[in-house]
């Protein structure tokens, strides 16, 4: 396992954001983050990232170790193995055009023209972007065209580890389907290891690997999706909503009785209520 | 019916693109209602055109024609929580933004500071008031956000995409407390979103694409129409999804929402 999160806690301003978390990241995979607005998710993502340092404890990236100790200089190496995309898209552009936004992240890495060039021409097709997109100002895209671009330019310096920060926030149904289509790219043809915050744990359970649940700064559970989905008693005690798909089960387990089992899938669902009704 | 918005042939152009086309709608003081669509279906420039950011004459607010005369009266009326809450706050703390607002007003410090009591206990965010609003996650700002559009008491009140960053149980509280209100004022409530779990709680439904409005009904009819629905960039909530595959096959025989009730009709 080469991402690992040793007894990491984060103070800002007296108050104790995160709590001596431990946590494994398993390589090419996709793992959620969820819990309460307020649990300390994105301060994760970004203490992970390098944007925020660790308080105490320490976070291993692949070779690179971040930790208060870290020097300035050597912040560049651990952060080139990592891809970060921010809640708001709007935040994270600095260009007048999608071109020079990713063209910028690949200037800062040192890539020169012509690597460039390719590094765009590799976007385009993962993306789909056409060449009258790139000149567009990212700021008048559409919603789902910004994240895309969000998502393009973190990783276009090609990190082994993608953070991606409610990624599906604000899109409509089809530009959902748009995200977690190259989302699941990312992991199956390009082997990366993402992390994705989100709230939306309905849509979550359709596509994540492994979840963790922070609660008040401190991991409450990890581990694989359906073994963390189907902990009600964790989720109950943190008053943490359940997905849907799960809540349905637990309901008919308490007002029936009938165990029907759980499901990340409706049509799964459909044949186990036929079966039990 | 007593009017509280009126839209009469709204056409709308952002350079070249019709982001408005012909658009017509009324709503009724005290109505609960949803307008949804896909991304670029012109919902967020209708919020803006309602607030008077840009002037149209098609639009009347409480029989008050939008326009730079009217302003500042119909701006009085609306409280509105934008998608991105930091385009929004004054910012500093909490407690200082919610009062804002009323300081404008001129209202009384004592009213002020029953008003921030109430409508901070009312939302869940008391812990919050002496926080700096920079310091609050993505959620934790949108329930702010809400608490300033409404400690002015306004007639309508506005959400574009208010919860998108909010727990779902947090969003469950929230709702509930603006069905709540939506029951026991007559305020007017506009839910824009794309989630249509939270559609569930309104009285009517919008749907809107390309700038056309492509259908309007009560909640119950709209959520219906699964392909009509699909057609326009749009899923149907869990419950409703389930429910009309249960009821294809033949294991309900009507729409329902509520997943308690669900489970008490296919294992009575």
């Known amino acids: 396992m080469e991402i690992v999160i040793k007894n990491l806690s984060f103070t800002a301003n007296n108050n104790k954001i995160l709590k001596n978390i431990n946590l494994e990241i398993e390589e090419n995979k996709i793992t959620g983050i969820i819990g309460h607005s307020g649990a300390g998710k994105t301060t994760l993502a970004e203490v992970i990232c390098g944007v925020k340092i660790p308080t105490e404890g320490e976070v291993h990236i692949f070779e690179s170790i971040l930790s208060k100790k870290t020097v300035i200089k050597k912040m560049n190496e651990f952060r080139k193995n990592i891809g970060y995309s921010y809640q708001y898209s709007d935040e994270q552009f600095f260009s007048k055009t999608v071109r020079e936004e990713i063209e910028l992240v690949l200037k800062n890495y040192k890539y020169a023209k012509e690597q460039i060039d390719y590094k765009i021409k590799e976007l385009m097709e993962m993306f789909n972007f056409t060449k009258e997109f790139l000149d567009k100002n990212p700021l008048k895209l559409s919603n789902g065209e910004k994240r895309l671009v969000v998502i393009a330019s973190s990783i276009a310096h090609n990190p082994k580890l993608v953070i991606l920060d409610e990624p599906t926030v604000g899109l409509d149904a089809e530009n959902k389907k748009n995200i977690i289509n190259i989302i699941k790219k990312l992991k199956d043809e390009y082997l990366k290891t993402i992390i994705v915050i989100s709230h939306d744990i309905d849509l979550l359970i359709k596509f994540a690997d492994n979840i963790a649940v922070l609660n008040n700064g401190e991991l409450v559970l990890s581990g694989k999706k359906m073994d963390v989905f189907t902990n009600t008693e964790i989720f109950n005690k943190y008053n943490i909503e359940l997905p849907t798909i799960i809540k349905f089960s637990e309901i008919v387990k308490t007002k029936s009785n009938k165990k029907i089992g759980y499901y990340d899938d409706i049509k799964d669902l459909m044949k186990a209520v036929y079966r039990n009704v | ?268």
């Open chain 2, 1 to 268: 019916m007593d009017s509280i918005i009126e839209i009469n042939n709204l056409t709308f152009l952002q350079g070249n693109k019709k982001v408005i086309d012909n658009l017509n709608l009324e709503v009724d003081r005290g109505d609960f209602v949803s307008i949804i669509g896909p991304n670029g279906s012109g919902k967020s420039t209708l919020v803006k055109l309602l607030l008077g950011l840009y002037e149209s004459d098609c639009i009347k607010i409480d029989n008050l024609i939008v326009s730079k005369e009217n302003i500042y009266e119909i701006r009085k009326k609306i409280g509105v929580v934008f998608d991105n809450p930091n385009n929004q706050f004054i910012w500093g703390k909490v407690e200082d933004d919610l009062a804002f607002s009323l300081e404008n007003l001129n209202y009384p410090r004592e009213e002020i500071r029953r008003r921030i009591n109430e409508v901070s206990t009312n939302l869940g965010i008391t812990n919050l008031l002496n926080k700096n609003i920079k310091d609050l996650s993505g959620g934790e700002k949108q329930k702010v956000a809400l608490a300033t559009s409404l400690i002015t008491n306004p007639d309508i009140l506005i959400l574009d995409e208010a919860f998108c960053m909010v727990d779902k149980n947090a969003k469950k509280e929230l709702l509930n407390y603006l069905l709540e209100l939506h029951n026991t004022s007559d305020i007017t409530i506009i839910n824009i979103t794309h989630d249509l779990e939270e559609v569930l709680n309104s009285d009517k439904i919008v749907v809107l694409n390309n700038g056309v409005i492509e259908d309007e009904g009560y909640t119950k009819d709209i959520l219906r129409e699964e392909k009509k629905l699909k057609s326009n960039g749009l899923d149907l909530p869990f419950s409703v999804d389930l429910s009309l595959n249960l009821k294809y096959y033949g294991l309900l025989d009507e729409l329902i929402y509520d997943l308690d009730e669900m489970v008490v009709r296919l294992w009575k």
